[in-house]
Nanobody, 127 residues
């Protein structure tokens, strides 16, 4: 079992940046990801990363603006968010699972594929 604790959310103006962190304690999982959920919308996959960063996935809406990374030694997952837009406003969640390989981690990025979740951190972007 793993415990995931997110931090780093906040309120910024459009064009600003934030860096989210997710501290993982307990078991190590080779596939980790960031998801977000806005009010009235389904939880969507934002980015995933396999092991030491060999393979990453980004949703089209954040590609080129967000960067996912992980510090395996400290078991911390990061999400650097640049050029933030009001449409990025949502609760952001960290999630973890075991994948059978790097391609599995990047190809199965739906929320239902991840059994372990953090409590979320709110990101609000104003125009």
């Amino acid at each position: 079992q793993v415990q995931l604790v997110e931090s780093g959310g906040g309120s910024v103006q459009a064009g600003g940046s934030l860096r989210l962190s997710c501290a993982a304690s307990g078991s190590y999982y080779n596939c980790m990801g960031w998801f977000r959920q806005a009010p009235g919308k389904e939880r969507e996959g934002v980015a995933t990363i396999y092991a030491g960063g060999v393979t990453t996935f980004y949703s089209d809406s954040v590609k080129g603006r967000f960067t996912i990374s992980r510090d395996n030694a400290k078991n911390i997952l990061f999400l650097l968010m640049n050029s933030l837009e009001p449409e990025d406003t949502a609760m952001y969640y960290c999630a973890a699972r075991t994948s059978v390989g790097s391609s599995d981690c990047s190809s199965r990025y739906s929320a239902s594929a991840f059994p372990y979740w953090g409590q979320g951190t709110q990101v609000t972007v104003s125009s």
